[in-house]
C-alpha cells in the first residue's frame, strides 16, 4: 500500500522556498568578461535612497551561549552579501522555538509578522490562506524567483499549494529520514545476547536490561523516555500493532481508531507498570532529564530522531561519562506482513510564507532566490575552511565553534529557509556529510539512515485546506499527547475502560468532524484522478 505525501512538514519548506526565489547569483563556469559585464550590471541596478530593511523570522532555541543573532557571522555575510547589493538591512525576529505558534498568531493578528516568516505546522499555513493573511506568491516566483523555482522543483513546490495557488515555499529536505531506535551494544555483549529483532525479544532484552543491570549504574532504565514528543518517543510500535486497512481508512482515520492501536497502548502500559520505562517520564517535557540519563550511562534502549546518539550534545558527554557505551541502530517493531513500516519525511521541510501586511514581498522573494544559489548554501551551513569546517575526503566536516561562528540550530537550518538538511548537490555526498558529523560513528550513521528509510510510508497530502483540522487541529493534538501519557501510566485493570473513555472524548472534541472532513476531500482527490 502506497501512502501518500505528508502534510506535517509543508509549511515550514515553502516559506524557504519563496525566500530563495528572488535574486539570481553567478555561476563557477561564469568568465571573467561575463562576471565582469554582470557586475557592472548589478552596480547600475542598485537600489539607491535610504536603505529597506528585511525582516527575517529565526527561531531563539535558547543554546547556551548562543550568539546575538541579530549581529553574528552568519548574519553579517547575509548583510554583506544580500543586504548591500540590494540597499536592503535584513533584520531577525526571533520566535522561541518552543512557543513559534502561538507567537505566530499574535504577529499575524497584529500585522506585525516578519516580511519572511515559516512554520512546520501545515493547519497554520492553511488557516492563513483560508482568512487571506498571506501573499499568493505565484506571479512574484515567476518574475523573481527563477533560480528558486529551479532549485526546488515542481514537486517540492507542490507542496504549498492551496487550492491551486502557490500559498507557501516549502523549503527541500534533502534526508527523509525521520525516527530511529538505539540499543547499547556494550550491555547486551556483557549479557551475551543477540541484537532484538522483534517485539519479544526487545521484551526480554529490557528485562534483562532491569534485572542484571549490565551497566552497573545507580537506577538503570531500560527503556528512556520522555513527555511525548518527537524525541525520547515510542517509535514504531504503535505500527507494528495496527492491523490491515484500506489506503482510504489509513489515511483518514486517527490512530486511536486504527485496528491494534489500543493493544500497542496497552504494550506500553505493561511496560510501565513493570518499571521498563523511565519512571518519571511524563514530567520531563523538555527532555533534558532524558538527555542526561543517556548521557550518563542509564539508559538501554530509546527512540528519537534517526541521528540522536551521534549528535555532540549526546555523543560527546556519554564518551566523557561512559567511554565503553556503544549505541547502535535496531529496528525492532515487525507487523503483521513481516516488516518494520515507520513514517518517514516528504521532500519537503519547512513552510515559508509572506504575510499580507508585508511591504515587501519582491525583496523577500529576492532574499530567497539569492539563498538557493548553491554557494551561499554551502557558506551558510559550512562556513570557511579550516575555520568553521575541514575537508575530509572531500565531504565538509563542521568545527564546533562558540561566539560568533556558533550555529544556533543544525547545518543554520534555521536562516537556510530553503533547504532542511544537509546541501552539497549530491545525495550520496549529503549521506557521507551526514555520517560525518560524528566522528568515529560513521558507519553507525551510515546503518541508521539505511534502516530508518527502509519500509517507510510517508503522511498523505491533502491538496485542500480542512475546515475541521485548522478548527480542531491543536486542540486534538495536545490531547493525543495528554492521552497517550495518561494511558502508559495507568493501573493496567484501569486501561480498557479508560482507553474507551479518551478516545470517546477525543472524537467529540473535533477527531469524529476531522476524519469526515478527512473521508470527503479523500474521495474528491481519488475521483479527480479518474
Given at each position: 500500500m502506497k501512502i501518500q505525501k505528508m502534510l506535517v512538514i509543508l509549511p515550514v519548506l515553502t516559506l524557504l522556498t519563496s525566500a530563495l526565489a528572488g535574486c539570481s547569483s553567478d555561476t563557477k563556469n561564469e568568465s571573467k568578461a561575463t562576471s565582469a559585464a554582470t557586475a557592472t550590471e548589478a552596480a547600475s541596478a542598485k537600489p539607491s535612497g535610504p536603505p529597506t530593511t528585511l525582516t527575517v523570522e529565526i527561531f531563539d532555541r535558547g543554546i547556551q551561549g548562543q550568539p546575538d543573532l541579530n549581529n553574528n557571522t552568519w548574519t553579517r555575510y547575509i548583510n554583506d552579501?544580500?543586504?548591500?547589493?540590494?540597499?536592503?538591512?535584513?533584520?531577525?525576529?526571533?520566535?522561541?522555538?518552543?512557543?513559534?505558534?502561538?507567537?505566530?498568531?499574535?504577529?499575524?493578528?497584529?500585522?506585525?509578522?516578519?516580511?519572511?516568516?515559516?512554520?512546520y505546522d501545515s493547519p497554520t499555513i492553511?488557516?492563513?490562506?483560508?482568512?487571506?493573511?498571506?501573499?499568493?506568491?505565484?506571479?512574484?516566483?515567476?518574475?523573481?524567483?527563477?533560480?528558486?523555482?529551479?532549485?526546488?522543483?515542481?514537486?517540492?513546490?507542490?507542496?504549498g499549494l492551496f487550492n491551486g495557488k502557490q500559498m507557501a515555499i516549502p523549503a527541500k529536505r534533502t534526508s527523509l529520514a525521520w525516527g530511529g531506535m538505539f540499543i547499547r551494544k556494550d550491555w547486551l555483549d556483557k549479557l551475551g545476547m543477540p541484537i532484538p529483532t522483534t517485539r519479544d525479544e526487545l521484551y526480554n532484552t529490557l528485562i534483562a536490561f532491569r534485572d542484571k543491570n549490565p551497566g552497573g549504574v545507580n537506577g538503570v532504565i531500560p527503556w528512556g523516555l520522555a513527555a511525548t514528543g518527537f524525541n525520547y518517543n515510542t517509535g514504531n510500535l504503535t505500527e507494528s500493532y495496527w492491523g490491515k486497512q484500506t489506503e482510504e481508512e489509513f489515511v483518514t482515520a486517527p490512530?486511536?481508531?486504527?485496528?491494534?492501536?489500543?493493544?500497542?497502548?496497552?504494550?506500553?502500559?505493561?511496560?510501565?507498570?513493570?518499571?521498563?520505562?523511565?519512571?518519571?517520564?511524563?514530567?520531563?517535557?523538555?527532555?533534558?532529564?532524558?538527555?542526561?540519563?543517556?548521557?550518563?550511562?542509564?539508559?538501554?534502549?530509546?527512540?528519537?530522531?534517526?541521528?540522536?546518539?551521534?549528535?555532540?550534545?549526546?555523543?560527546?558527554?556519554?564518551?566523557?561519562?561512559?567511554?565503553?557505551?556503544?549505541?547502535?541502530?535496531?529496528?525492532?517493531?515487525?507487523?503483521?506482513?513481516?516488516?518494520?513500516k515507520k513514517i518517514a519525511y516528504n521532500e519537503n521541510g519547512v513552510n515559508v510564507f509572506i504575510p499580507k501586511s508585508s511591504k515587501n514581498a519582491e525583496l523577500a522573494?529576492?532574499?530567497?532566490?539569492?539563498?538557493?544559489?548553491?554557494?551561499?548554501?554551502?557558506?551558510?551551513?559550512?562556513?570557511?575552511?579550516?575555520?568553521?569546517?575541514?575537508?575530509?575526503?572531500?565531504?565538509?566536516?563542521?568545527?564546533?565553534?562558540?561566539?560568533?561562528?556558533?550555529?544556533?540550530?543544525?547545518?543554520n537550518l534555521d536562516l537556510t529557509l530553503v533547504v532542511n538538511g544537509v546541501e552539497l548537490g549530491d545525495q550520496q555526498k549529503n549521506i557521507k556529510a551526514l555520517a560525518a558529523s560524528a566522528p568515529g560513528l560513521e558507519a553507525v550513521a551510515e546503518q541508521s539512515y539505511k534502516i530508518n528509510t527502509t519500509d517507510t510510508y510517508t503522511g498523505y497530502f491533502y491538496d485542500t485546506p480542512s475546515e475541521s483540522n485548522i478548527k480542531f487541529g491543536k486542540t486534538l493534538g495536545d490531547m493525543n499527547k495528554q492521552m497517550t501519557d495518561k494511558l502508559i501510566v495507568c493501573k493496567p485493570a484501569e486501561f480498557d475502560s479508560l482507553y474507551d473513555k479518551l478516545v470517546a472524548e477525543y472524537m467529540a472534541a473535533g477527531g469524529q468532524a476531522v476524519m469526515d472532513e478527512n473521508v470527503k476531500i479523500y474521495k474528491a482527490m481519488q475521483a479527480n484522478k479518474k
Open positions: 552579501n544580500f543586504g548591500k547589493q540590494n540597499n536592503a538591512i535584513v533584520k531577525f525576529i526571533p520566535v522561541p522555538r518552543s512557543q513559534e505558534i502561538d507567537k505566530l498568531n499574535v504577529l499575524m493578528a497584529a500585522g506585525e509578522a516578519p516580511d519572511i516568516s515559516f512554520t492553511s488557516r492563513y490562506s483560508k482568512v487571506n493573511g498571506i501573499l499568493q506568491l505565484d506571479d512574484l516566483l515567476a518574475k523573481h524567483g527563477k533560480e528558486l523555482t529551479n532549485y526546488l522543483g515542481k514537486t517540492v513546490l507542490s507542496y490512530g486511536w481508531l486504527k485496528p491494534g492501536n489500543k493493544d500497542a497502548l496497552k504494550f506500553l502500559n505493561k511496560l510501565y507498570n513493570e518499571k521498563l520505562i523511565s519512571p518519571d517520564f511524563a514530567l520531563d517535557k523538555t527532555a533534558k532529564q532524558a538527555d542526561a540519563d543517556v548521557t550518563n550511562g542509564k539508559v538501554g534502549f530509546f527512540s528519537a530522531n534517526w541521528d540522536y546518539p551521534l549528535r555532540q550534545n549526546i555523543s560527546v558527554p556519554l564518551k566523557t561519562n561512559v567511554p565503553s557505551a556503544n549505541f547502535v541502530p535496531v529496528d525492532v517493531f515487525k507487523n503483521y506482513e513481516g516488516k518494520y522573494i529576492k532574499y530567497l532566490n539569492w539563498m538557493s544559489d548553491p554557494k551561499v548554501l554551502f557558506f551558510l551551513q559550512y562556513g570557511l575552511e579550516g575555520v568553521n569546517h575541514k575537508m575530509v575526503d572531500g565531504i565538509p566536516q563542521v568545527i564546533n565553534q562558540t561566539g560568533d561562528n556558533m550555529q544556533t540550530s543544525y547545518l
